[in-house]
């Protein structure tokens, strides 16, 4: 699916910066990108973040400073009484750049470029955060230099590949989103080279040259992704036993899948659930 252009417009406003708090029913389905970059802290809710080719599962405490024009989308799994909230700040690359003593923020905007995820985020940034709306314009912007100080003082990771390419995305069309959509219903249920092949109406060989190219992996490694993080939602959410998720999400022999989440999570589903549930 091709990610629509978000218009800013930082020029017609009288800050170098947006920030705002943004509460909604739910995360709607908006995949888009825009020049400035951004960081988002999600406050409440919960779903899926699709950063460039990176899919994972979002919560509360999730913090992602994003890169120029890559783009992303944070879903909700569902709407709620509750409601979501993110904090956002969004501003131009050239915002850093204005001055020789910037420099030190230089590594820290290209590694954007695809995305970080701040894992523990420090309890000093996100209270610089919270707090921006309360200054006027000109501490305001002195605070938000100092937020990303801290921001970049403290463990991250990149979330997208550096092979994913927003210039493919360009190029594709419909039939991408009409493949996604046939993915999601039939995931579970299981999907092969061959249904996938000919719901596309393509050969085997040729459709699997496309998939790769278009998503930079192989349709089995972008089902695992959806798979593994459609489990991890159940670890978190449920006290359900961890075999009758995996066979429930579409996984046919239980040591395939501890080894496919292994690779992914870097941990295996039981360390997974003790850390981000803890008794």
């Known amino acids: 699916m ?3 252009y978000e218009n800013i417009s930082l020029k017609e406003k009288e800050n170098s ?3 705002f708090r943004l509460s909604e029913p739910y995360f709607r389905s908006y995949w888009h990108f825009h ?3 951004e960081l988002t802290y999600i406050m409440k809710g919960e779903g899926m973040r699709y950063v460039g080719d990176s899919i994972e599962t979002f919560g509360p405490g999730d913090l992602v400073l994003l890169g120029k024009n890559i783009p992303h989308n944070w879903e909700s799994f ?4 509750t409601g979501v909230e993110a904090l956002v700040i969004q501003f131009p690359e050239k915002i850093l750049e204005q001055y020789s003593e910037f420099a030190y923020f230089s590594s820290f905007t290209q590694e954007a470029k695809w995305g970080l995820h701040f894992k523990l985020p420090g ?4 209270e610089l955060m919270e707090a921006l ?3 006027d314009n000109t501490l305001r912007l002195i605070k938000f230099w100092e937020l990303l100080y801290e921001l970049k003082a403290l463990d991250h990771r990149k979330l997208s590949s550096t092979n994913f390419d927003l210039q493919k995305l360009y190029k ?5 989103n009409s493949l996604k959509n046939f993915i999601d219903v039939n995931i579970c249920a299981g999907i092969n080279i061959s249904s996938a092949a000919a719901h596309m109406q393509m050969t085997e060989s040729y459709f699997c040259r496309w998939f790769k190219k278009n998503t930079g992996n192989t349709l089995v490694q972008y089902i695992n992704k959806l798979k593994v993080e459609m489990v991890c939602r159940e ?4 006290d359900r036993n961890i075999s009758e998720i995996a066979y429930d999400k579409g996984f046919e022999n239980i040591s395939h899948f501890n080894r496919v989440f292994k690779e992914l999570k870097q941990m295996s589903p039981r360390e997974y659930r003790g850390i981000i549930v803890p008794q």
């Open 17 to 19: 910066f947006n920030f």
């Open 35 to 37: 020049p400035e970059m």
């Open 172 to 176: 594709r069309e419909s039939r991408i």
């Open 2 to 4: 091709k990610p629509e």
């Open 133 to 135: 709306p309360g200054y």
């Open 78 to 81: 569902q709407q709620t009484s």
């Open 235 to 238: 670890l978190i959410y449920t």
């Open 123 to 126: 309890s000093k940034a996100l």
